[in-house]
C-alpha cells in the first residue's frame, strides 16, 4: 500500500476531513493536513535499493480551539505510533492562522513502509 493511502487511512481514524497539503478555504474543523517531507534514501551495502522506505511528513491539526486542536494532536499521534510504528520527531509546534481564524499544531513524524 503506497505510504500517502496508509497515512491517509491512519489520520482519517481520527478526524474524517483528512487533505494533503492543504485543505479548501470552506472545510469544516477539525480538520489535518500533511506533506511528505523526505526521509533518508535507503541502500544496502552492494548499493541495491533496500526493500523499504523511510518517509518523513508533517502533519498539521487545525480546529477552533486550542485545546481541542491538541486533543486531536494527541490522537494523531497516538494513531501514527500505533498504526504505521510511526515515531515523532518533534512535540507538536503551535500555530494560528489568522486569515482562516483556526489554531493549529505542526508535528514531524517518521515512519517505514514496503518499497
Given at each position: 500500500?503506497?505510504?500517502e493511502?496508509?497515512l491517509?487511512t491512519?489520520?482519517?481514524?481520527?478526524?474524517?476531513?483528512?487533505?494533503?497539503?492543504?485543505?479548501?478555504?470552506?472545510?469544516a474543523?477539525?480538520?489535518?493536513?500533511?506533506?511528505?517531507?523526505?526521509?533518508?534514501?535507503?541502500?544496502?551495502?552492494?548499493?541495491?535499493?533496500?526493500?523499504?522506505?523511510h518517509?518523513?511528513?508533517?502533519?498539521n491539526v487545525?480546529?477552533t480551539?486550542?485545546?481541542?486542536?491538541n486533543?486531536?494532536?494527541?490522537?494523531?499521534?497516538?494513531?501514527?505510533?500505533?498504526q504505521?510504528?510511526?515515531?515523532?520527531?518533534?512535540?507538536?509546534?503551535?500555530?494560528?492562522d489568522?486569515?482562516?481564524?483556526v489554531?493549529?499544531t505542526?508535528?514531524?513524524?517518521?515512519?517505514?513502509?514496503?518499497r
Amino acid at each position: 500500500m503506497p505510504a500517502e493511502t496508509s497515512l491517509t487511512t491512519t489520520l482519517q481514524s481520527v478526524c474524517p476531513r483528512v487533505f494533503p497539503d492543504f485543505a479548501p478555504v470552506s472545510t469544516a474543523k477539525p480538520y489535518v493536513t500533511y506533506q511528505f517531507i523526505g526521509g533518508q534514501s535507503l541502500y544496502y551495502l552492494n548499493n541495491t535499493q533496500a526493500n523499504r522506505r523511510h518517509h518523513r511528513v508533517q502533519v498539521n491539526v487545525w480546529a477552533t480551539t486550542r485545546l481541542q486542536a491538541n486533543q486531536l494532536a494527541r490522537e494523531v499521534e497516538e494513531a501514527i505510533r500505533l498504526q504505521l510504528s510511526g515515531t515523532p520527531d518533534s512535540e507538536p509546534l503551535a500555530g494560528y492562522d489568522e486569515g482562516n481564524e483556526v489554531r493549529g499544531t505542526v508535528q514531524d513524524f517518521t515512519f517505514y513502509t514496503n518499497r
